[in-house]
């Protein structure tokens, strides 16, 4: 290891120490059914920000804040309902520190015995064969916001001064789309936020179960409808099979010209404009820890496209892919329903990557379908439009948080982590970056196989501990840079 | 008219005059709310089967039967739920003359003022200033049953007998697919329905609004389904975008194989079954009372494929139609979800015609299919299966009872009718043709805008009583061939 070690040893070992605290911390958390998406809950979650609070209040916050965001716009069953709350705490303020903003959220997906779980997922269960935490929240993300609180309280118990300020801010509304997130950071970017030096966020996990990695890349998306109007309504098969032009014949059509069985993207220009791969990139992908059987265990398949590890690297996190994800209007259901349906909508997403320019690519994708769709020379009505998009995003992994995290991770685990990117979108990463004007890390605490959002979601004791280590070795390399 | 005209004024004349009691007679049966897909509504059913049992005792019907067809098979929500009899009537036995078995459906579709009625469903409302008799089931197929009656009643007010045994045979399970009916047919092929010579269904519609038809060919309908599975659960294509192969870019490519947006069928050796066209045959199209305008207007759209009158008739019945129906198992919300659908399940059907050979067209249809999926060379798993099939039926129009009703029809709207087919199937047709071994002859009441399954559902009263004219007169033409 070739990096100036820092004098972390006693900390470290206080963080084992307090492990069964820690344990007991998490499953207290675990135990408040924080399910943004059920309206039904919602007590819960706000249960969970007070909570939250307390815990701040215990371990010295200053300056903590309840955010409300008001009304939960539609649709909603309930028309009153109310936002849950986000937690702001400050830990130091110190102009001569640097200020590292943490991010994580406090609500967790639905989870019911009965979809499978082999214990209550919200009585937190020790497996101490396994070393294992298993419940609701242990890995997304319960436990990497617990993890932050019990850095502060091993800093605490050493007597030992946190080496930067540290503001928190914990949302409850992340599984259900950061929903006043946005306009809460903007606004208090140079109010609360203001001189923020860095933003941390652990919300994802390593890539695979062995090796602790660094995040620095995430692709965006950009997602697409074409809809086909034809008749005025539903027709009968019987009666009008083969004297109307269809909508559903022209849709398939123009949807089986946008991809190929071997995932390669049809429409002329979008390659162009993806970033050469240069020699040294290609590089990165020789080390890192994954493998096509580890591909096939996650799919519950053989259909990789790819036989080596790094094609599948760089197909997840630096080529472009299209997805076709279903059609609305269409019949959807079991059985033989003789139906010529009048409207459909065909969907489908392009994960986008450097140096994709999203509005350039609408364009690409707007003209190609549109001379797809004349070439069949149909009577049918047509439109195709974009309906959401989420640029990707990309930091440097050779930067100062980078550098620091990846040295509290050799100090833990006594190897260099991996550098890696994700296929999917974490968009508040976008939104710190943009609104703050500065880097964001992602230090993923748990594991590729924890099942965030399946049934027996868990987070290694391992993890759980050295990714606590991990945290508070990364505020002391942090500060020194 | 070129034909020897029989003495019948009498009996049209009585039908006039009988029209009041005819209109009363089809509001009782109006009222009674017997739709057969609502289990709810199934003592409903059962009243109306009574109630065709007291008017057909009051008409003098000899060895009347209820049919009970015992419990209804999943699914249901009441798993004891008895399914509707069958009403069996007879008038005379008279071995020295022809017996025609008469079918009819008692049960009718759903309908609520709320779909959107202008007038409560079942309350028959007459628009006296249209001449329009408005309820569920005037024309599908209350007034055709009951207009069987009424012929029954203008003879016995004129003391006039029946020149033909008449059998009648009213189900209450059309709606909800004939449940048991074709195994009743079966049993009482050599016992109630023995020495039958000849079947007459009014349960179809005129082409259009202006003209008599008789209807002489349905189309078969063969129903597949092409399903491809891959991963082990649906995966989200950030995570998975580009390095596996998606079961939804397969699925879409082969449907999309299977016909073109001009409705030509893409499978080879389909069309080479078809019959051929003789000059003849195109000639009878000639005369029918058709126009793309009538297509238009039945669509709501200007969608179609044929810009003649000709070609529309001969693609609606003579020639086989492909149409795809949707996909189970993919995105079919609104909004926008990024999904990969880990197994996909296809829909489409093929209208069949003469003489295409239902099993062959199986084999072609699997063996290009199965083409199409090995040209991707995709490691997803692929199946396609037939989920249902019916076949054509075609009788010959210059039959003597087609004969008999044209020459029934000319009587009373002093027109030859057009001799037609239809797109769609009456699997009824087939059956009672295979068990009896009898022609079977579709003589319509109604007209093709009259809504049998849509809202505000109708029956012209000119439609009515000169159809319940025309199937007194059939039965006096048909006694003399």
Known sequence: MSYEKLPLDEFYKTID???????????????IPSVSSDENLRPKVV?????????????????????????????????????????LGRFGNDSNKKTILVYGHYDVQPAAKEDGWATEPFEMYHDKSKDILYGRGTTDDKGPVIGWLNVIEAHKKLNLELPVNLLVCFEGMEESGSLGLD??????ANEYFKNVDQVTISDNYWLGTTK??????????????IIIEGPGADLHSGIFGGIIAEPMTDLINVMSKLVDSQGKIQIPGVYDMVAPLTKEEDGLYDDIAFSVEELNAASGSKTS???????????????????LHGIEGAFSGSGAKTVIPARVVGKFSIRTVPNIESGKLDQLVFDFITKEFEKLQSPNKFKVELIHDGNYWVSDPFNSAFQAASKATQDVWNVVPDFTREGGSIPITLTFEKELGVDVLLLPMGRGDDGAHSINEKLDISNY?????????????????
Chains 1, 2 share one sequence.
């Not at 909570?51 to 539609?74: H, M, N, R, T, Y």
């Not at 306009?183 to 208090?188: D, H, N, P, S």
């Not at 602790?212 to 409808?225: E, I």
């Not at 501990?465 to 840079?481: A, D, V």
């Open 47 to 87: 249960d969970m920000a007070h909570f939250l609070v307390d815990e701040l209040k215990a371990l010295g916050a200053q300056d903590i804040q309840l955010k409300e965001l008001g009304v939960q716009p539609p649709p909603v069953s309930n028309p009153n309902i109310k936002l849950p709350p986000i937690v």
């Open 212 to 225: 602790p990695v660094l995040t620095y890349g995430l692709r965006g998306c950009n997602y697409y409808q």
């Open 17 to 31: 120490e307090l492990k069964p605290q820690f344990i007991q911390r998490l499953k207290k958390a675990i135990a």
């Open 465 to 481: 501990i050295q990714g606590c280590k991990t945290l508070g070795g990364f505020l002391h390399y942090y500060s020194k840079t």
């Open 183 to 188: 306009e809460l950071v903007a606004k208090e």
């Open 305 to 323: 496209l790819h036989n080596n590890k790094k094609d599948i690297l760089k197909h997840r996190w630096r080529f472009p892919s299209l997805s």
